[in-house]
């Protein structure tokens, strides 16, 4: 079954109609999703959502862009709910140099201590890194040894990806990959072994092609696995059946 280890189903772009493709998930295929938080505010929502549906697992931090939110009382009631059955991981954190709506320093001290609390309580981490990926790099060398994770939505060169291969991380491959000018991205998955990738949607977020530019869902990751086949060269079902192994080795379901 399709394990999507990267969805944002709080989001309100599924206000409309999340209950009817939540529902259609294992009957497309799909057996698994992890819910992934941004922000202070989308804590509570996911937790509803691992409540309702049993195949849905959350996973809570705070994104570069809204470490601003973040305070002494809000990280004590982050530890808090990292420890609850369902909440499989801290993310997604990391650092953002795209949109620097938080100042660079603010996003490394609560990088650090996100990474620090996952460590603490024994949970991967899903690390976003959007033009940050010196600074990335090293504090994933200086606090993440040791530690299992995802570099979230991966996006940068064969060089960088088999450093984080070699500290033991994940690749998260969504639709981007299906874009005709990812070429980057075609080469590291090309490189790098299939045991090292997880598939993810992000969605509402970067939809592969054929419905690039629509809104996103996990019922469009069997796109992303074609691709994945076709650049690796083997078939379909083993590209499934390997990235679901990996995201239960991940998230340790």
């Not at 109609?17 to 804590?43: C, F, K, P």
């Amino acid at each position: 079954m399709i394990f999507d280890t990267h969805a944002h189903y709080d989001d309100e772009q599924f206000d409309v109609d999340r209950e009817e493709i939540l529902g259609a998930m294992a009957g497309s295929g799909v057996g698994t999703v992890v819910n992934v938080s941004s922000d202070v505010s989308s804590w509570d929502k996911i937790r509803r959502l691992t409540e309702k549906y049993t195949f849905i697992y959350g996973a809570a931090g705070v994104h570069p862009d809204a470490v601003g939110e973040l305070d002494e009382e809000k990280f004590q009631r982050l530890e808090n709910i990292i420890q609850e059955d369902k909440i499989v991981a801290v993310g997604e954190i990391g650092l953002d140099y795209y949109w620097d709506n938080e100042s660079r320093e603010l996003q490394k001290k609560w990088f650090i201590l996100q990474l620090q609390m996952a460590r603490k309580h024994g949970l991967p981490v899903i690390i976003h890194s959007r033009e940050a990926a010196a600074d990335t790099l090293e504090i994933m060398q200086e606090y993440a040894r040791g530690m299992k994770g995802v570099i979230h939505c991966f996006s940068y060169s064969k060089e960088l990806a088999q450093e984080y291969v070699k500290i033991g991380f994940y690749l998260g491959i969504g639709g981007v990959v299906t874009f005709k000018n990812a070429k980057k991205l075609k080469d590291v998955v090309r490189q790098v072994p299939l045991e090292s990738l997880v598939l993810e949607t992000d969605c509402p977020y970067l939809a592969p092609v054929p419905n690039r530019g629509k809104r996103n869902s996990s019922l469009n990751l069997v796109y992303v696995a074609e691709e994945i086949a076709q650049l690796k060269e083997m078939v379909y079902e083993e590209v499934i059946r390997q990235t679901e192994e990996n995201a239960r080795e991940l998230y340790q379901l």
